[in-house]
């Protein structure tokens, strides 16, 4: 992502040049040349270079770019000027285009034209309140209500539509690296019919917070969140009746309940562009570190992925940590202690004890190339069942 901060800098170069000389200048020149060479090598992996603007920070490749210096103000200001929030750049874009483009936008009164490598537009995030620092806590509630809005349009007997999925994760990103004290962003289930998207909420909010505490960045830490937003997905398939029941389940129901894991992987697995840590999350996230969990069809000899791992941790916190009909909510440190006691059998001692130390805020000890040695393993491949 540094080189991308690279073309903001050259592309923020060029423009300001071009305001000061004219579009024929030699440095504008240059710099155009510079950027369309930067730009070449950014897209040699990729098909597009994406940027946009979400409540004033800049968003490359939707990954958050905090550090974008006076090049990345300006730049937001300059686009704000024109209307738009979101610029994407694609493959084998042309000098003469993006000349063309540097010269609109360095003009106040000229108009975005149509250039056949840049699209521009505006980015369909809710923006909530100006004031941010005001109340996350009603931030993350209406980011709620989004999660809630998704999980409304799932349908056993129909494709999971993932649009929007990309820009709820985005946002979490966004909310999350502004709070210091993660605790803050969790949402309280207010009501029963709230659990099921506030718990998806809260388990995506805290394993992004555990992963990126650990190095996963970019399209890593994004899979983890559309992963975790939907760990639970085939709870929708099982009876509200054995759902929503108070009582204690007999061994038929609980055999019911525990099947949300297969028909929740199976579902995401049929859904075409979503990432596959989704479906191999929701058939893990109840087998445990030791694979003593569930499900156990097919099971025997492998072992949970690493994210499954993180969402499994985040799962059970905000399990406990939710008043529900049949039980109190516990308190931090009650859970902290009940995944300690676990850590090994249940858990990854690794991940309970990162968890439990960025939670409670002290210091992390691990050094910046252990971080990224953690996610080596993070490919993932859900074989049909
Ligand atoms: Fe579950
Ligand atoms: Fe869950």
């Known amino acids: 992502m540094a080189y991308a901060k690279t073309f903001i800098s050259t592309l923020m170069s060029a423009i300001s040049n071009c ?16 950027s369309i060479a930067i730009l070449t090598e950014l897209l040699t992996h990729k098909d597009s270079i994406e940027i946009m603007i979400v409540e004033d920070n800049l968003v490359i490749n939707k990954t958050p770019e905090r550090n974008a210096g006076h090049h990345g103000s300006n730049l937001i200001k300059r686009l704000k000027r024109k209307g738009i929030s979101r610029i994407d750049f694609l493959r084998d874009i042309s000098y003469s285009e993006l000349k063309q483009f540097i010269a609109d936008l360095s003009d106040p009164d000229e108009k975005l034209k ?12 809710r923006i909530v309140g100006d004031n941010m620092a005001s109340d996350l806590r009603n931030l993350s509630s209406e980011q709620v209500e989004k999660v809630k809005e998704l999980y409304q349009n799932i349908s056993p007997y129909k494709e999971l539509n993932i649009s929007g999925l990309e820009e709820i994760v985005v946002n ?10 993660i605790l803050k962003l969790i949402s309280p289930v207010k009501a029963y019919s709230e659990y099921t998207y506030t718990h998806a909420t809260n388990v995506a909010i805290l394993s992004m917070f555990q992963a990126e505490s650990l190095g996963a960045r970019d399209d890593l830490l994004h899979d983890i969140g559309i992963a975790a937003l939907l ?19 007999d061994k038929k129901e609980w055999e019911e309940i525990k ?18 840590l989704a479906a191999v999350a929701a058939f893990e996230h109840h087998l445990r570190y ?27 916190f905000d399990a406990l940590r939710s008043r529900r009909p049949y039980k109190r909510d516990w308190q931090v440190q009650e859970i902290i202690a009940l995944m ?36 080596k393993k993070a490919t993932y491949h859900f074989q049909g069942l």
């Open 19 to 34: 305001s000061l000389y004219s579009k024929d200048h030699i440095s504008v020149d240059n710099l155009t040349k510079k």
């Open 114 to 125: 149509t250039y056949p490598h840049i699209k521009t537009g505006i980015v369909n995030v």
């Open 172 to 181: 979490f990103i966004v909310t999350f690296k502004r709070e210091a004290n």
């Open 231 to 249: 760990h639970d997905v085939g709870k929708l398939f099982i009876s509200k009746d054995i759902l929503e029941k108070t009582g204690k389940l």
């Open 259 to 276: 099947l949300h894991s297969l028909q929740g992987a199976r579902y995401l697995a049929k859904t075409d562009g979503l990432t596959q």
């Open 290 to 316: 030791d694979c003593k969990g569930y499900p156990q069809l097919n099971a025997g000899g492998k072992e949970q992925h690493f994210c499954s791992q993180i969402i499994a941790t985040s799962d059970f």
């Open 340 to 375: 300690r006691e676990n850590a090994g059998s249940e858990f990854n001692p690794f991940l309970v004890d990162n968890f439990s130390r960025t939670l409670l805020k002290a210091d992390s000890s691990l050094s910046g190339n252990i971080r990224l040695d953690i996610f």
